[in-house]
């Protein structure tokens, strides 16, 4: 596709509630990363990926947390039992991935409120 | 542990008047650095990286090893330069972590 692509863009959830969210790159695309971005913060590393391979979960607030790239292209965020700490926007990017072409192409982003 | 530091989270400056926006970092090996861009309604984009070495929209950053620093200039600030901006580093391991941002707001 042309961009990164991310879906919903908005998500409302009772707490306690599971939600996913989906994330498109850009094809050919081998890196993908999840940010939380919290109001008035900086994005935040969650997690990311070469191809299907999930280099680095450090990020993940809780074991709540949970991210796949089955295929090593679209990706997924599930987030189980939803808090209210858990309100932000989840930002997908993408890149090419090898030395030189690490530029994050960002999605627009899934704007999650937690009642 | 790897860090990217902001010290400023508003920057407030006259059209015309030069711009600076700081940014240290924490890390052991060789990071590379970027600048990355949020202006209103729209999606965070890279501005420039160090690598580069290039001016994108007047914009510049140098790279000092010694000061852990790659604070990110312009001589002659423009209304449309007002945004969020984000300094971001990236480790051996491809893992790209982001500083706390700077919204930069120019004032006419």
């Known amino acids: 596709g042309a961009g990164v692509s991310q879906s919903p863009r908005y998500k409302v959830a009772k707490r306690g509630q599971d939600v996913a969210l989906r994330c498109d790159p850009i094809?050919?695309?081998?890196?993908l990363f999840w940010y939380q971005q919290a109001l008035g913060q900086g994005p935040e590393f969650l997690t990311y990926?070469?191809?299907?391979?999930?280099?680095?979960k450090s990020g993940l607030p809780s074991d709540r947390f949970f991210a796949e790239r089955p295929e090593g292209s679209v990706s997924t965020l599930k987030i189980q039992r939803t808090q209210q700490e858990d309100s932000a926007v989840y930002l997908c990017?993408?890149?090419?991935?090898?030395?030189?072409?690490?530029?994050?192409?960002f999605g627009a982003g899934s704007r999650l409120t937690v009642l | 542990a790897q860090r990217v530091t902001q010290p400023e989270k508003l920057l407030s400056v006259f059209k015309g008047a030069p711009v600076e926006l700081k940014c240290n970092y924490s890390?052991?090996?060789?990071?590379?650095l970027f600048w990355y861009v949020q202006y209103s309604r729209q999606r965070l984009q890279l501005l420039l990286r160090?690598?580069s070495r290039e001016s994108i929209k007047g914009f510049t950053a140098d790279l000092n090893k010694g000061e852990t620093s790659f604070h990110l200039k312009k001589p002659f600030a423009q209304e449309e330069d007002s945004a969020m901006y984000y300094c971001a580093l990236m480790n051996r391991d491809d893992k790209i972590i982001f500083g706390k941002g700077t919204r930069l707001h120019i004032l006419p």
């Open positions: 160090h690598i």
């Open positions: 990017a993408s890149s090419l991935g090898h030395s030189g072409a690490n530029v994050l192409t």
């Open positions: 094809s050919g695309h081998v890196s």
């Open positions: 890390y052991s090996g060789s990071p590379e």
């Open positions: 990926f070469q191809n299907e391979a999930q280099l680095d």
